[in-house]
């Protein structure tokens, strides 16, 4: 493991700068063990800490994790209920040693319908790394792409109408500005465990080039080697953002 390291380290453009997962298949992990749903969610807190760690290990800068969508809010009350509290669980249990590794938390979404309880510990886990210089660890928290795009550019348009923003100024760079994490970079890799194969509302105006990974493995059950995979399938890929290749043909 240690020479597997070394020779990714060794070739910096190889190791994605920012990874985002849709951490998928905790409900089926927890059915396929005759156990409630529930168990596959607290189960998946564990993985989050082992990925977190192993991703700051291997190089990576950013991690956005898509803990709760704002389509989840249709699920179970009881489910609803429990997800909301994961926060909380994963934060007062493992704060400590993000904060030893130098991991700084960060989470972005619409926060209104958030609990003050699961706010209360975000806010104080976001404080008290806002200092770390590692592994910036993003939450996507009550997230849907859909809807960060529209708060966008109703953002813009009342800019527009209060004459702070002129509309022939408005480009991608711009618009890209008033998202929810403009000031992290677009991911490189997205991995979805859970063996589903869809973006989910999940980032969709960041992930135009993103390179995508898709397994069937539930997120419970992810693991270190798992995501050491897909960096090395990540790596092994040539991104050419719509140019030409080396041998002179195109990206079709």
């Known amino acids: 493991m240690a020479e597997y390291h070394k020779q990714l380290s060794s070739d910096a453009q190889k ?12 409900g089926r992990w927890a059915q396929k063990r005759s156990l409630p749903r529930v168990s596959g969610h607290r189960e998946a ?20 994790l898509y803990a709760f969508s704002t389509e989840n809010w249709k699920r179970p009350k009881s489910e609803v209920d429990f997800l909301m509290k994961l926060p909380q669980q994963f934060l007062n249990t493992y704060l400590v040693e993000l904060i030893e590794n130098n991991v700084q938390v960060r989470v972005m979404g619409d926060m209104t319908r958030i609990p003050q309880y699961t706010m209360r510990a975000v806010s104080q886990a976001v404080e008290q790394t806002k200092s ?16 960060e795009i529209v708060s966008a550019v109703k953002k813009m348009v009342q800019d527009v109408q209060a004459r702070k923003l002129d509309p022939e100024s408005i480009d991608e760079d711009l618009l890209a500005d008033y998202m929810l994490s403009p000031a ?5 890799l997205l991995i ?9 509302n999940f980032m969709l105006w960041q992930l135009a080039y993103t390179e995508l990974y898709f397994t069937d493995t539930f997120w419970p ?5 798992d995501l050491r ?15 030409l290749n080396g041998k002179g043909g195109d990206n079709k």
């Open 221 to 225: 059950d992810f693991n270190e080697e």
């Open 45 to 64: 807190l564990k993985t989050i800490k082992r990925v977190t760690l192993e991703a700051q290990r291997l190089g990576v800068k950013v991690l956005t």
């Open 229 to 243: 995979k897909a960096v090395r399938e990540f790596a092994c890929r040539q991104r050419r953002f719509g140019g």
């Open 192 to 200: 979805r465990t859970g063996g589903e194969l869809r973006l989910s």
């Open 15 to 26: 190791i994605p700068e920012h990874v985002a997962i849709i951490m998928d298949g905790n």
């Open 132 to 147: 770390n210089t590692g592994l910036i660890l993003n939450f996507a928290l009550n997230y849907g792409s859909h809807s």
């Open 184 to 188: 992290l970079p677009d991911p490189d």
